[in-house]
Structure formats: structure tokens, C-alpha cells
């Protein structure tokens, strides 16, 4: 069964940086497209950026410039750079594996998720 375990959540102070992680088991990652998603209390969950087994990315237009999403095929693993951290990021985190294509993006599993809370 396909294992998507987040971890680097946690505090932090209006802009700082964290870095999560998210590490993938029962999967050839190196074939997957991947995403990461964001839900705070009483709001729908949101895309924030993927990364197509070929590397290209796509940000949600209001992170873009603030976050980057990577990938190391070696650790299968992804990862997410945020920088100038907002209060208004504060929200649970999700990986995902995902399906791009030019029209959309299809998720097909989910992560549990780690909480991220900025301060002001």
C-alpha cells in the first residue's frame, strides 16, 4: 500500500522559513507526479504546488515566489520551501501523489498531514 508520511511542521514567527518533508513507500516514486495541499480551520482545502515526475512545478498564484517544491528520486522524497511565512499560512499540510495534466491535476492518495502555525 502507497505510504505518504509528512514531517517539519510546526511553529513559527510571521517570516520565518520551514521546510517539509515528505517521505513515499509502497510506490515507484521516481513515475509519480506530486503535490502539496493545505486546508485551515473552516476553509476548503487548497493546492499549493506540484511537481511532475520531470521536474516541472506549478504554484498557487498568491505563493508563488514565496514557496518552492522539489523532489530527490534518490530519497523518495518531496519537499516544500516556505519562506516569509504569513500568519495566514497557518493550515495542515498534505502530500499528495497526483496525476498532472495540461486541463488538471487528479489526486490520488493523501498524506495525514502536519501543522504548520505562524504567529504574528
Known amino acids: 500500500q502507497v505510504q505518504l508520511v509528512e514531517s517539519g511542521g510546526g511553529l513559527v514567527q510571521a517570516g520565518g522559513s520551514l521546510r517539509l518533508s515528505c517521505a513515499v513507500s509502497?510506490?515507484?516514486?521516481?513515475?509519480?507526479?506530486m503535490g502539496w495541499y493545505r486546508q485551515a480551520p473552516g476553509n476548503q482545502r487548497e493546492m499549493v504546488a506540484t511537481?511532475?515526475?520531470?521536474?516541472?512545478?506549478n504554484y498557487a498564484a498568491s505563493l508563488k515566489g514565496r514557496f518552492s517544491i522539489s523532489r530527490d528520486n534518490a530519497k523518495n522524497t518531496v519537499y516544500l520551501q516556505m519562506n516569509s511565512l504569513k500568519p495566514e499560512d497557518t493550515a495542515v499540510y498534505y502530500c499528495?501523489?497526483?496525476?498532472?495534466?495540461?486541463?488538471?491535476?487528479?489526486?490520488?492518495?493523501w498524506g495525514q498531514g502536519t501543522q504548520v502555525t505562524v504567529s504574528s
Open positions: 511537481i511532475t515526475r520531470a521536474g516541472s512545478t
Open positions: 509502497g510506490s515507484i516514486f521516481s513515475i509519480n507526479d
Open positions: 499528495a501523489e497526483v496525476t498532472v495534466r495540461a486541463w488538471d491535476t487528479s489526486v490520488r492518495n
